[in-house]
């Protein structure tokens, strides 16, 4: 799970790329930290590079198919 410690330094947002679910290998509609929804394993990735591939780690059959959700992004000033 990400952590911070400042929570001044971060935003709330209820934007909806946060609720989009993408598959290995897209690429990334935003730079920042994405979470597969099915284990919980975080991937830091930038803004148009391929999201980690299928192989990237493995799964049990209980967690479904390898995806990323978008759960920090970074805005570049």
């Not at 290998?25 to 930290?33: E, K, L, N, R, V």
């Not at 980690?52 to 970074?74: D, F, M, T």
Request: hydrophobic share 25%.
């Amino acid at each position: 799970m990400a952590t911070y410690k400042y929570s001044k330094l971060l935003e709330h947002s209820e934007h909806p790329a946060f609720d989009k679910i993408h598959e290995p290998g897209d690429p990334a509609p935003a730079s920042g930290i994405y979470r597969c929804p099915g284990c919980g394993r975080e991937a830091t990735c930038n803004k148009r590079n391929p999201l980690p591939p299928q192989n990237h780690h493995q799964h049990e059959v209980n967690q479904g198919k390898i995806r990323w959700q978008l759960i920090v992004a970074h805005q570049a000033k």
